[in-house]
């Protein structure tokens, strides 16, 4: 069964430096797909960037790019040249396949300060 | 586009009561989700349809919950004889239905409260 980890309950960073926050997951799978999500104060949920378990490359969209590190199971996301507005929840979410819905983990707060 | 549609947007109910939460996907999408959030917590799916057919729903907590998509489009999720443990967030989300590596389009939720 699939299991997602999240341990950093909050952080608090200051804007325009560089915040990363760590996930781990459990897997039987070969092949499975890890997302990122962000989750506004209002509630709403906006997925940011997906890695794919066979592709070597950390992926990348504007400023954010992942840790992917298969042999220890993690994959970390990095917000490069924080803003206010990246202040939200994010969440770490995988899926073995196509049969299944996505798991998430407990998520981290991240609060930028000015 | 439209993206997917929620109502109502927030309830509050007696123990006891009986509650429905409505969702509209994404036109075209086949797959929809419903998820529990309870707070500070993440998402814990609950059930999942591929068009009018349940695909899983051993998550739904109890009897008392229920979930239909007759058309394989709008979905209803009801609760009946509410209880204060389920005081939460219930997100719908769909996705096209074609591939692992697809994500989910969420809705803006129905925040439940149980006195």
């Known amino acids: 069964a699939q299991k997602v980890t999240q341990t950093q309950t909050s952080i608090s960073v200051m804007e325009k430096t560089t915040v990363t926050m760590d996930c781990v997951y459990e897997?039987?799978?070969?092949?499975?797909?890890l997302f990122w999500y962000k989750q506004t104060a209002s509630g709403e949920i906006v997925f940011l960037i997906r890695?794919?378990?066979?592709?070597?490359e950390n992926a990348t969209v504007g400023h954010y790019s992942l840790n992917f590190q298969k042999p220890k199971s993690s994959i970390g996301l990095i917000i490069t040249a924080t803003q206010i507005e990246d202040s939200a929840v994010y969440f770490c979410?995988?899926?073995?396949?196509?049969?299944?819905?996505?798991?998430f983990g407990l998520g981290t707060r991240v609060s930028v300060f000015p | 586009e439209a993206g997917v549609t929620q109502s109502p947007r927030y309830a509050v109910l007696q123990e006891g009561q009986a509650v429905s939460f409505w969702c509209d996907p994404i036109s075209g999408h086949d797959t929809l989700y419903w998820y529990q959030q309870p707070r500070d917590q993440g998402p814990q799916l609950l059930v999942y349809?591929?068009?009018?057919?349940?695909?899983?729903n051993s998550q739904l907590p109890s009897d008392r919950f229920s979930a239909v998509r007759p058309k394989g489009t709008n979905s209803t999720l009801k609760i009946q004889s509410a209880k204060q443990g389920d005081t939460a967030t219930y997100l719908c989300?769909?996705?096209?239905?074609?591939?692992?590596?697809?994500?989910?389009?969420f809705g803006s939720g129905t925040r439940l409260t149980v006195l």
């Open positions: 989300a769909s996705s096209p239905g074609t591939t692992s590596a697809e994500t989910l389009y």
């Open positions: 890695q794919d378990s066979y592709k070597k």
């Open positions: 979410a995988m899926r073995e396949n196509y049969a299944q819905g996505l798991t």
């Open positions: 897997t039987q799978d070969s092949s499975y797909f």
């Open positions: 349809f591929r068009d009018e057919a349940v695909i899983d």
